[in-house]
T-cell receptor
Framework: GAVVSQHPSRVICKSGTSVKIECRSL??????MFWYRQFPKQSLMLMAT?????????EQGVEKDKFLINHASLTLSTLTVTSAHPEDSSFYIC?????????????FGPGTRLTVL | RKEVEQDPGPFNVPEGATVAFNCTYS??????FFWYRQDCRKEPKLLMS???SGNEDGRFTAQLNRASQYISLLIRDSKLSDSATYLC???????????FGTGTRLTIIP
């Protein structure tokens, strides 16, 4: 299957700092990328959908000014958690969909575990 | 009511046994259904799609009941490596979004 990478895999930061997470599709062009967040023992919750070259679409309750998403190319999307606080500590997972793939077929990255002290 | 509901478990099952879990979904417009597997601190991985007529992949059998809006997963001859959280995932027609259940945690005991 298609490969999606995320970097970093783990980050620990102080409260108030900003953290950038990269999501890359390594062997295909991802027209759409998705960002999810998963708290312990909870389901993956979609935060936003981003299409290359356009603004991301955020799910209800997700602050777009706090979670900045950039999808500048067909192989890279970034999520920046601005002014992170301890409640932002979570497992952030991206997924990517190829333009030629089925609508629901998403390939997941390995996730980034964020801990805000 | 959650869009996708699962019994969180945990299910502790002896090796070699058969285990089954169900998932219910609330959106009658849901079109595609999947079971994903998620190991601890890892990303979810697609286990199998669920088709209307039911489908089997080795030791795994998935069933869909549209009338009652539930899907099931049956694992036969369970292995230690089957220990994981199994996520029920639903997709609506014409919509690229996936909706995840909270998952059912399964532990296979030697």
């Amino acid at each position: 299957g298609a490969v999606v990478s995320q970097h970093p895999s783990r980050v620990i930061c102080k409260s108030g700092t900003s953290v950038k997470i990269e999501c890359r599709s390594l062997d295909f062009q991802a027209t759409t990328m998705f960002w999810y967040r998963q708290f312990p023992k909870q389901s993956l919750m979609l935060m936003a959908t981003s299409n290359e070259g356009s603004k991301a679409t955020y799910e209800q309750g997700v602050e777009k000014d706090k979670f900045l998403i950039n999808h500048a190319s067909l192989t890279l999307s970034t999520l920046t958690v601005t002014s992170a606080h301890p409640e932002d500590s979570s497992f952030y997972i991206c997924s990517a969909r190829a333009g030629t793939g089925r609508l629901h077929e998403q390939f997941f990255g390995p996730g980034t575990r964020l801990t805000v002290l | 009511r959650k869009e996708v509901e699962q019994d969180p478990g945990p299910f502790n099952v002896p090796e070699g046994a058969t285990v089954a879990f169900n998932c219910t979904y609330s959106n009658s417009a849901s079109q595609s259904f999947f079971w994903y597997r998620q190991d601890c601190r890892k990303e979810p991985k697609l286990l199998m799609s669920v088709y209307s007529s039911g489908n089997e992949d080795g030791r795994f059998t998935a069933q869909l009941n549209r009338a009652s809006q539930y899907i099931s997963l049956l694992i036969r001859d369970s292995k230690l490596s089957d220990s994981a959280t199994y996520l029920c995932v639903v997709n609506s027609k014409g919509n690229e979004k996936l909706t995840f259940g909270t998952g059912t945690r399964l532990t296979i005991i030697p």
